[in-house]
């Protein structure tokens, strides 16, 4: 089984191609847009858009070439469905669906974040049931991943994503985009003890999240230490260390009440995996490490290039679904929004995405 997986939700222009037993990826490519978004500080929809259909022939074609395979070597090609940026999705399903339909091959349509949530299992034997905590740009989530398809959610964000946190920190800082890359450099040479900010959630029983009150608290924290002049680069080190710290405490507070209801309801359960941009962060990986260590559990993180977006994920996601017959028609429409688990309890808050 040889499927290549096509990512386009978001700023990543991305190809895979994935194949079973072994699960070994077998060539990627990804064409990052942050140099096209950079001047405006954050994705500007049209021009990602744009930017997916100038450059995703390019990345199949490495993707492939790297494989050392043709399009008849492929057995299905899948592509994120949604959520995500809804002009990039559809550039990348029409741009899949061309080619199944050229090739007479099935076609798949992967939920971006199921792309995350199953991407640990292209690089490690991780059984289901696992708790999954995703962290990424768009989504802040703790799900109970129970097989393929098959999600609960435990929490999620009822403002912005810990991403999001990371991104408009930065902006705050005067630090570039993508805020988190930014922020895990220039907190290294911070001390995070220098500003107190709030633990969003921290204490409050079940596993929802909140960042925006942090922001808040950021911005006037820097207007604070700037007052009439420019922030000094120790000042600005020691707010994104003090930022990255309440970031990893609040995710890390919500994970431990996330665990107990996990141990309760899956006594078999055994791992607690992190996925997604942010689980890209060092600090975080170590902290859950140990909490996961103190809890009994094994901790299993992708390597750091597996949790930003890629086609990798979508290509083994898609491969998952494949060898269970879960394919789909050629008249899938593109979904800007796409739950994971539709049954979850909706959250109420000032910022809830649906
Ligand atoms: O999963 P992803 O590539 O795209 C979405 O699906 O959203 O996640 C992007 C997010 C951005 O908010 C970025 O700032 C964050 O992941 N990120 C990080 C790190 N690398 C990427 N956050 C903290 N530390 C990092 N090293
Ligand atoms: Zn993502």
Avoid at 168 to 180: E, V
Wanted: proline share 7%; with cysteine.
């Amino acid at each position: 089984m040889m499927v290549l997986g096509i990512e386009t939700s978001c700023d990543e222009t991305a190809a895979a191609v994935v194949s079973a037993k072994p699960p070994v990826l077998r060539g990627h490519a990804v064409f990052s847009q942050t140099a096209e978004h950079r001047p405006f500080g954050g994705i500007v929809p049209e021009v990602a858009a744009r930017a997916h259909l100038d450059h995703l022939d390019g990345m199949i074609e490495q993707a492939l070439a790297e494989a050392r395979i043709g399009f008849d070597a492929l057995s299905a090609v899948a592509a994120t469905g949604g959520p995500g940026l809804i002009g990039g999705v559809i550039v990348g399903v029409m741009e899949a669906k061309a080619i199944a339909l050229a090739r007479g091959i099935p076609f798949v349509a992967v939920n971006h974040l199921e792309g995350h949530a199953l991407s640990v299992r292209l690089v490690a034997p991780v059984e289901f049931p696992y708790l999954l905590l995703l962290v990424s740009g768009g989504h802040c989530q703790l799900l109970i991943v129970e097989g393929v398809g098959r999600y609960r959610r435990l929490g999620t964000t009822i403002d912005d994503a810990a991403g999001e946190a990371f991104d408009k920190g930065a902006k705050l800082l005067g630090l570039p985009y993508p805020g988190g890359p930014a922020i895990e450099r220039a907190a290294k040479e911070g001390d995070a003890r220098r500003f107190p900010l709030p633990r969003p959630m921290a204490g409050r029983p079940g596993c929802d999240f909140s960042f925006s009150g942090l922001k808040t608290a950021l911005r006037l924290a820097v207007a604070r230490e700037r007052g009439a002049g420019a922030l000094q680069p120790q000042d600005a080190a020691d707010l994104a260390a003090s930022l990255q710290e309440a970031i990893i405490a609040s995710l890390l507070d919500r994970a431990r009440n996330a665990i107990a209801i996990f141990k309760a309801r899956c006594p078999m359960g055994e791992t607690l995996v992190v996925a997604g941009g942010v689980a890209a962060n060092a600090a975080l990986r170590r902290r859950l490490e140990t909490l996961a260590g103190e809890s009994g559990l094994a901790f299993v993180a992708p390597p750091p290039w597996l949790c930003t977006d890629n086609g990798a994920m979508i290509g083994w996601a898609g491969l998952e679904r494949l060898r269970l017959g879960m394919t789909d028609a050629l008249d899938f429409p593109p979904r800007p929004r796409w739950p994971l688990d539709p049954g979850a309890v909706p959250v109420r808050g000032a910022g809830v995405k649906a």
